[in-house]
């Protein structure tokens, strides 16, 4: 594991105390990558996979979303995820593929309202993979659950079983595609956890975003690492899973819900 | 028993050509429709990422569930050995291929790419029930064919009765599996559930004998060919008989999930305040579909050709309710990502969602039904598949005849 051990530990180290710490050490790291571009550190968070290196079940990547800092107003994580893969509002809103949104959750008893993200939530036992019936739907082995558009069917039986509504349906011919994620009319398609920026070693654009101009509310990073932080926090800190009674053991985690 | 005469129903009358040409042109439409469907997208159907599965999906699979029930008349006779229904064994089979035939049509038509059928018959996930059922699907046609040969071909008699054992089987585990694919949705409230199976079982029995009476009183009536009152009760009797097990387990379905406190909502949304899916369940699914009729048929000591098609249409129009009931209420009820709180989003959460059929989904639907009444007319009559009279003709023809003079009206 040691190996394998990304070199996140000293943001983690850095930004255990909260987004603030972490937005400085980012800022630190960026400059000293522009004077010092040699020795070429922080901008990423851990590791890139090399290619024709598949990935590993050593790593389960995975996201911690603090909602006491997710704010009713702020949407930097949507926008900026629909950047990223290229996404914009089709024709008709109910259309319109959504891979990550913002819930706003009222409690009627007690009048509390709080704001969180939803995204694919990128399961141990995603129930999506389980009932599709080509494979289309698959779980990469560090736990990124994905759609191979080369054979999904467009059966939407996974959108019938997800119980995250992660998942959308492309039902327009898409223009201005990103070779990364290409998307195919017909086809189901949802978050990716941005696989293409975490095996650059990046964070996704989501969390980037929400830890750039946002409220900091988000962590990525290696949940098989002990020493990330999102590791550390889950260890120490008060997470919860969405609906965690289906047993699906989603990759992404909540505090303050 | 005395010998069965069957003949093929008569070619190339007048209603014949028109019956064929019409069932042509309907199906044209559908197709147009799918492939309007298919070259511009999912946005010109009623569908949407809230309502994922549309009225196509009614059709295929009332005409799935249908396929296998159509095959219990000649289950009835070869299985169970009563003599009154081996005569239709036949039919049976060609109505139960058929009627999977256009399911599966109109559903690999909805496909958002229908032209990687290929990619679904070599990639299997033997994980998901939808894989399981493309073997199901493909073994009802094989076996049930088998099955039908056995019937048609008396050097293979000796087949006959495992062929028969077997169709049965694989009907029930067919039927199963449709069901299963609902039942297995464990993050939908309406549908996760075990009696999704027994469920979809008895209402394949209602819908497969509807149907199986609707056109054997179509093809009698029109070709003059004589039927005993005693199988025209039978049959109502029958129907009458598996409407209340289907009612039954709708019962047991409803109060199950009530009895569950987190399903109290999406229960009070089908059942009291659901609008359109309410009247559909309450109205049509269960008093039109199985109250009226089952009154009808057991207040009636001897049930005629006109009742017996009344009935059978009453639990088509009941059923393909209580089809659309299951598959787009269960999915205008959203998911439950917070029980007990209220939540929205843009992405429609925490809403009733919406939904109205377009009409190239209701286009492909019909083509569907088109194509099953194509088969059945094609294949039977290029190949004896109804027995010349049913039941005890020679002692019944007046009585019969004078019926045919009636429908013929």
Not at chain 1, 231 to 244: L, P
Not at chain 2, 174 to 193: E, H, K, M, N, Q
Request: proline content about 5%; hydrophobic content about 45%.
């Amino acid at each position: 594991m040691s190996d394998d051990r990304n070199t996140r530990e000293t943001a983690g180290d850095q930004t255990g105390t909260g987004g603030i710490g972490r937005r400085a050490f980012l800022g630190a790291a960026g400059a000293v990558a522009v004077l010092a571009p040699g020795l070429g550190l922080a901008a990423h968070a851990f590791e890139a996979r090399p290619d024709g290196v598949p990935a590993s079940s050593k790593h389960r990547w995975g996201m911690l979303v603090d909602t006491t800092k997710c704010k009713s107003n702020c949407h930097v994580c949507v926008d900026a995820c629909n950047k990223e893969n290229g996404l914009y509002e089709e024709a008709d809103p109910k259309d319109t593929a959504q891979y990550i949104r913002k819930l706003t959750v009222h409690d009627p008893d007690t009048g509390y309202t709080h704001y969180l993200p939803v995204m694919c939530q990128h399961c141990t036992h995603p129930a999506c993979v389980a009932v599709c019936p080509t494979g289309a739907s698959f779980k990469r082995a560090d736990g990124i659950v994905l759609v191979d558009r080369h054979i999904c069917i467009g059966c939407r039986y996974c959108m019938m079983a997800c119980p995250y509504k992660a998942r959308s349906f492309d039902e327009y011919t898409e223009k201005n595609q990103k070779w990364y994620n290409p998307r195919g009319l017909g086809c189901v398609e949802g978050c990716t956890m941005c696989a293409h920026l975490v095996d650059e070693g990046k964070d996704p654009a989501c969390v980037t975003a929400c830890n750039k101009t946002g409220g900091g509310a988000m962590v990525f990073g290696d949940l098989k690492d002990p020493t990330s932080e999102i590791s550390k926090r889950v260890a120490t800190e008060q997470t919860t899973q969405i609906r965690a009674d289906l047993g699906m053991d989603p990759g992404v985690r909540y505090e303050g819900i | 028993m005395k010998k069965i005469e069957y003949r093929e129903l008569p070619a190339w009358t007048p209603g014949w050509w028109a019956l064929m040409i019409g069932l042509l042109v309907v199906m044209a439409i559908g197709l147009a429709g799918a492939l309007y469907m298919e070259t511009e997208g999912h946005h010109v159907t009623g569908m949407t990422n809230q309502i994922v599965w549309g009225i196509p999906h009614v059709f295929a699979v009332f005409m799935i569930v249908a396929a296998s029930g159509a095959l219990n008349v000649a289950s009835i006779g070869s299985v169970f050995g009563r003599d009154a229904y081996k005569p239709l064994g036949r039919v049976s089979g060609l109505l139960a291929i058929s009627l999977l035939a256009g399911g599966l049509c109109v559903l690999v038509l909805d496909l958002g790419k229908p032209d990687r059928l290929i990619v679904a018959m070599t990639h299997f996930n033997i994980t998901s029930i939808f894989a399981w059922n493309v073997y199901l699907y493909t073994g009802f046609f094989v076996v049930v064919g088998l099955y039908l040969w056995t019937m048609m071909d008396w050097t293979k008699k000796r087949f006959y009765k495992p062929a028969a054992t077997l169709a049965f089987l694989w009907r029930l585990i067919l039927t199963t599996g449709t069901g299963s694919i609902f039942g297995f949705l464990v993050a939908r409230d309406a549908y996760s559930s075990a009696v999704m199976a027994p469920l979809f079982i008895s209402m394949s029995f209602v819908f497969g004998l509807a149907i199986f009476n609707l056109i054997l009183l179509a093809v009698y009536g029109g070709s003059g060919r004589p039927v005993s009152p005693d199988v025209i009760h039978r049959k109502a009797r029958l129907l009458a008989l598996f409407m209340a097990a289907d009612l039954y387990f709708v019962v047991v379905q409803h109060i199950t999930a009530i009895y569950w406190p987190s399903r109290d909502p999406v229960e009070r949304f089908i059942l009291l305040d659901g609008g359109i899916y309410t009247w559909l369940f309450w109205g049509v699914q269960v008093f039109l579909g199985a109250v009226l009729p089952m009154a009808l048929i057991y207040r009636c000591k001897q049930v005629g050709r006109g009742l017996l098609r009344l009935v059978s249409s009453l639990a088509v129009v009941g059923g393909f309710a209580q089809v659309y009931v299951i598959v787009i209420g269960g999915q205008a009820w959203p998911l439950e990502l917070f029980p007990g709180q209220q939540i929205s989003s843009s992405f429609a959460d925490g809403r009733i969602h919406s939904y109205v059929p377009s009409a190239p989904e209701i286009a492909l639907g019909l083509g569907g039904i088109a194509l099953v009444l194509f088969l059945v007319t094609l294949v039977s009559t290029a190949l004896p598949f109804f027995p010349q009279a049913l039941g005890n003709a020679e002692a019944e023809t007046p009585a019969v005849g004078e019926a045919v003079g009636q429908a013929a009206e």
